[in-house]
């Protein structure tokens, strides 16, 4: 029953927001409130969603100071180089932009933190993508792939949590997976390029399209006696330019966060002078953010403080600079803890004990032997369908402990569990995928239908070259 019901609330959820027949976060509330009632958890669903509040909470922190303090680092320029530099090696095609988002991307994944790289990969890019016509979709869905794909990395999450619930070593796990990666990290930029050269395409046929309806405009005042002034030079540029300028405000009104205006060299909250103390600061934070010795959140805290001290002295610019980027605070932290009360009422009903149990006992006999190749197959949906936490301390262990009686070392376990984190990072679960897309201004369901399919086809292939290695046994 409880097996039904989990899997049962999981599709509904998504049903709703793909058909965006509701929210995200009404969805991730109602949901399992319903389920959980209907499990039989009565007024116990108010601990249930407490516990995964409070599991969730420093989650939740992190990401509000993290959105104000790199919300200053834009304000005050530190990122304008980057855009400067990305903006002068694109030449204004969106097949480069793409492939050097997904190279951005996967050089800020290396410090293990999605949200960090979701920021500055949006911050930096995301008005280009405006300014180019180039759909944000694609920014979200090359960032996500490539991330995800580097969410493998020891110190990302799911590597450590293998190890530690396998009692092994996380450079066991690890290093023979990176033939594993660098091919996942490969198809990566293969799917950068076809987006980008989709986009290249798709911009050209709206520009040739412009330019024919400006020419029939043209032939239709001549005809009606407009005379050379609609036959210009002038008149056709400035009827499409003016439709290409008119495409850049609408999508420029669209897109979300506090990126919108950060290509704008004469902001008033500029801070030149600044420049390589905020460099200083954001550096500072990188490296003891990778050297994991203070609380991410506590981290975060402290950074913002100095950061709204050091560029806005005057208490009146601080509560401006925060107000700046309320809304993405809003709307991040509202999805963060809305998905509290699913992973709270998912553990808590005993939904995650009971489907694990009910997958390792559906299993057949013939599938022993290839249980690694199991594991990293279910890893697929269930690392999507739930935590990571979930799947790599709850399903993880019994799937291993089954897998030794094969012959299977846990070790050989871990790797092949890890091979679906690209689909886990586009889970509607994960805070960070939820930051990419508001700051982005796009829809969970707009993001979903693009990415899903190229998630599932990187995880495979890492799992199919892991095979090939003999780092995962067939």
């Known amino acids: 029953m409880l097996v039904a019901l989990g899997l049962a609330m999981v599709a509904t959820f998504m049903f709703l927001i793909i058909t965006k027949r509701a929210t995200p976060v009404v969805a991730l509330i109602l949901v399992p409130v319903a389920f959980g009632l209907f499990a039989g958890a009565g007024m116990g669903i108010s601990d249930m969603i407490t516990d995964g509040i409070k599991d969730l909470a420093p989650t939740a922190a992190m990401l509000f100071f993290a959105i104000i303090y790199f919300g200053i680092m834009i304000d005050v320029g530190l990122f304008d180089p980057i855009v400067r530099g990305v903006v002068k090696a694109v030449r204004a095609d969106p097949a480069r932009l793409v492939v050097g988002t997904a190279l951005l991307a996967m050089i800020v994944s290396l410090d293990g933190d999605g949200s ?272 990571n936490d979930a799947f790599y301390f709850g399903i993880l262990p019994v799937l291993s402990e089954t897998a030794t009686t094969y012959g299977i070392a846990p070790v050989e376990m871990a790797r092949a569990s890890i091979t679906g984190q690209t689909v886990h990072m586009q889970s509607p679960l994960v805070p960070a995928i939820l930051l990419l897309v508001s700051l982005a201004g796009v829809s969970l369901a707009d993001h979903h239908k693009k990415v899903l399919w190229r998630a599932v086809v990187v995880s495979l292939a890492m799992l199919v070259v892991g095979v090939l290695v003999g780092s995962i046994p067939f």
Not at 194 to 214: A, D, F, Q, T, Y
Not at 326 to 346: D, N, Q
């Open 116 to 387: 960090t790289t979701f920021i500055i990969v949006t911050s930096a890019l995301l008005p280009l993508y405006l300014k180019l016509g180039v759909s944000p979709v694609v920014l979200t869905v090359t960032a996500g792939l490539a991330n995800g794909t580097l969410n493998i990395l020891p110190w990302g999450g799911p590597t450590a949590r293998a190890a530690a619930a396998l009692g092994i070593s996380p450079s066991d796990v690890f290093i023979p997976m990176i033939p594993s990666l660098v091919a996942g990290l490969v198809i990566v930029l293969l799917f950068s390029y076809h987006l980008g050269v989709m986009e290249r395409r798709r911009i050209g046929k709206i520009v040739i399209r412009e330019s024919v309806l400006s020419r029939e405009n043209d032939a239709v005042l001549v005809g009606t006696g407009g005379g050379t002034g609609g036959t210009g030079g002038s008149g056709r540029s400035g009827g499409t330019t003016g439709g290409d300028d008119a495409a850049g405000e609408s999508d420029d009104s669209t897109g979300g966060g506090f990126v919108g205006n950060a290509l704008d060299p004469n902001r008033a909250t500029l801070r030149p002078k600044l420049f390589w103390v905020n460099a200083a600061l954001t550096i500072v934070l990188l490296a003891v953010l990778g050297m994991d010795v203070i609380a991410i959140p506590v981290l975060f805290m402290v950074a913002a403080g100095i950061a709204l001290v050091i560029n806005f002295p005057h208490v009146k610019d601080q509560q401006s600079a925060i107000t700046r980027h309320s809304s993405s605070i809003v709307s991040v932290v509202a999805m963060v803890l809305a998905a509290a009360v699913l992973t709270g009422v998912f553990a808590g009903s005993g939904m995650v004990e009971a489907i694990a149990e009910w997958l390792t006992s559906i299993l057949p006999d013939a599938m022993g032997p290839h249980l690694a190749v199991v594991a990293g197959v279910l890893s697929i949906p269930f690392t999507f369908l739930m935590s």
